[in-house]
């Protein structure tokens, strides 16, 4: 399942739309260096001044952390979050529960998609619905049983058995 969602292959292949691909390839760090190289072009920004800026961006950023560190602390949670929600997944299986508790509650930045879902139970079939879901988060081989509201998110599913809802 871990495989799977990292887009691993039978053969140990990196798929080229998958999550590690992304980890390794950091292709948004690489579209901003690209952005920022591209506009001390067009300004006419000398050598000096486009190497402090481009050095600034990766090594720190207004926020005190460079790009290169960010996205690999969020990649990094994110691979940790999902094994545990296959873990999950795996238990549920074994014990036979089909409902689960989204939580993780809500901050400043929760994305729609987990406020519609916080507190709320929900059967495996409309889990597995989500995929569907006009919010649900747009990312390659999206799974909602392990990617709930999308990169960075916060929530789990807490599987519970059917006898606690009667």
Request: net charge positive.
């Amino acid at each position: 399942l871990i495989k799977q969602w990292l887009g691993i292959d039978s053969k140990g292949n990196i798929n080229e739309t998958s999550y590690l691909n992304d980890l390794i390839e950091n292709k948004e760090v690489k579209r901003q260096l690209k952005d920022a190289s591209l506009k001390a072009i067009v300004s006419q920004q000398g050598y000096q001044e486009t190497k402090k800026q481009i050095e600034n961006y990766i090594v720190t950023t207004e926020e005190g952390e460079g790009a290169f560190k960010k996205y690999a602390r969020n990649l990094t949670y994110d691979l940790y979050a999902t094994t545990d929600r296959a873990v999950q997944e795996t238990y549920k299986n074994e014990l036979g529960y089909e409902f689960a508790i989204y939580e993780g509650g809500l901050i400043k930045t929760s994305r729609k998609f987990c406020k519609e879902k916080n507190g709320k139970i929900f059967h495996s079939s409309e889990i597995a619905d989500w995929v569907n879901d006009k919010n649900a988060p747009r990312m390659p081989n999206y799974n909602p049983f392990l990617q709930l509201g999308g990169y960075g998110c916060r929530h789990h599913l807490s599987w519970i058995p059917t006898s606690v809802l009667s």
